[in-house]
């Protein structure tokens, strides 16, 4: 289903009604008790959710947001809080600032609630004033992938506060470039956001608000140029409100940041570094036949298939684009009804196959690492790593698509002696004992070394601790 489509599914509002309710908004904010905590109750908070805090000189101390009554936002967009209890921790802690106009890093694993976390302050920024943006988007969202890209727009979208557009390639332009004219707010991947730029067709001096969702995966994925490129096109300085989201804070990051980000407050929960979601009860099976793995998925199915109807919602992962059309017809053929998601299907087929998904049409899916990362799928019972990932990283990734929105989650990795197995089972088992996980599988059958970082330019001299990206001095020899 296309996003107009989507659009014209949700409740008709009269315009005219839609116009007063935006200015009612602007000038009669809620008037709700504020339900502040004291910093005693604040630091407190801080230590059972494991967060650091990061302010910058002559900052009053965060005191988290720790109730959705606490939050002094238009009614209008309480709809998104209708299934949570509480606010997350990343949720709780990048608001205030975020409501203030001040800058924000935000360091969180996956399926912490980040998507709120930089949504609500943006759509809050817009209801205050009555720009229609004719002139361009106000806010702009950067993905790194079109799947978390439409992902962001469902959310912020749903709640109809603001007009909102996703760009993103693999699709005809034609539909985009009708749907950001007027849309306050655009969330893309890029290489489109750019596309768009260079056509003429989107314009982006007038955005006040920059998320940044994923850096340190953008950053992976080369896109580097391209937002240095698109920041540049933006509102600047203190016109310009930046908030950068990444599940880690390496140098490539860190320096993103202090290029673009003015006197930023940076929350971090958890570790600086990846960790596995600690709702995720993670197990082992080490395999000495390949052979094997089919048998052992499907008594794993028919297990979960017993459970209740949360935990029967499957998602198998396998690491090559052929080995998920071998899954998909083996299960297929066994009487299963299953979807597939990889890169060999066009960009409706995909969005296809994750929709019925989410929405619980089919309950198993086969997918490559394209459906690792960021994307957020209600409901998955158990994540099966069919094949072990190409790096733990990814590993973690995958994992984080169950026990997501505070929920428990489940994950079984098959692992066998292949090449490129063998080398990360050292790095696999630091995972599983931060976990509490029994490691002695993999430490009585492989070795437990732990590989250098690397670089792709500089291999194991790479150093995060030492700015590289300096260009090399040429050394001239007299005679």
């Not at 900052?59 to 936002?73: E, K, R, V």
């Not at 802690?93 to 694993?109: H, N, Q, T, Y």
């Not at 995958?398 to 489940?410: A, E, L, S, V, Y």
């Amino acid at each position: 289903m296309d996003i107009e489509s989507k659009r014209k599914r949700r409740k008709h509002v009269p315009s005219e009604k839609r116009k007063h309710d935006q200015v009612s908004d602007a000038v009669d904010s809620p008037k709700r008790q504020r339900m502040t905590i004291t910093p005693d109750e604040a630091g407190e908070y801080f230590k059972a959710h494991n967060i650091s805090v990061h302010l910058p000189p002559d900052t009053p101390a965060l005191l988290p947001i720790t109730s959705f009554d606490a939050l002094l936002i238009s009614d209008r967009l309480r709809g998104a809080f209708s299934a949570f209890k509480k606010p997350t921790p990343i949720q709780a802690c990048a608001w205030p600032p975020a409501l203030s106009r001040k800058d924000v890093v935000g360091i969180a694993e996956t399926g912490s609630g980040k998507t709120l976390a930089f949504g609500i302050p943006a759509l809050a920024l817009l209801l205050s004033s009555n720009s229609t943006g004719t002139n361009g988007p106000r806010a702009l969202v950067l993905a790194p992938t079109r799947e978390l890209a439409l992902q962001t727009f469902d959310a912020l979208s749903t709640l109809d506060a603001v007009k909102c557009a996703a760009v993103f390639g693999g699709v005809d332009k034609t539909e985009q470039v009708r749907a950001i004219k007027g849309a306050q707010v655009v969330i893309g991947t890029p290489g489109r956001v750019l596309d768009l730029v260079h056509d003429g067709a989107l314009a982006l001096g007038g955005v006040e608000y920059l998320v940044l969702d994923e850096a340190d995966r953008m950053l992976d994925k080369g896109f580097e140029n391209d937002i240095r490129s698109i920041i540049g096109r933006a509102k600047q300085g203190s016109a310009r409100q930046t908030l950068m989201f990444s599940a880690t804070w390496p140098e490539a990051v860190r320096r993103l940041a202090s290029t673009f980000l003015h006197n930023p407050v940076r929350v971090t929960v958890g570790s600086d570094d990846l960790t596995a979601n600690s709702r995720v009860a993670q197990e082992i099976e080490v395999f000495d036949d390949e052979h094997e793995k089919d048998q052992r998925l499907f008594a794993h199915l028919k297990k979960l298939a017993s459970k209740k109807s949360r935990s029967a919602r499957v998602l198998v992962f396998v690491l090559y684009k052929k080995e998920a059309v071998r899954v998909e017809n083996t299960l297929r053929r066994a009487g299963y009804t299953v979807g597939a998601l990889h890169g060999d299907m066009t960009q409706p087929a995909r969005l296809d196959a994750l929709q019925k998904f989410r929405d619980g049409i089919t309950r198993l899916l086969v997918a490559t690492d394209v459906a690792a990362r960021g994307l957020d799928i209600p409901d998955v019972g158990c994540v099966l790593n069919y094949s072990f990932p190409l790096t733990i990283e990814d590993y973690i990734h995958r994992i984080g698509r169950t026990g997501r929105g505070g929920k428990d989650g489940r994950s079984v990795t098959f692992f066998t002696g292949s090449k490129h197995e063998r080398s990360l089972a050292g790095e696999l088992a630091r995972v599983l004992r931060e976990s509490g996980v029994d490691t002695t599988p993999l430490s009585s059958k492989f070795p437990m070394a732990i590989k250098k970082k690397t670089h792709g330019v500089y291999g194991a001299f790479f150093r995060e601790d030492v700015d590289m990206s300096a260009a090399p001095k040429r050394i001239v020899f007299e005679e």
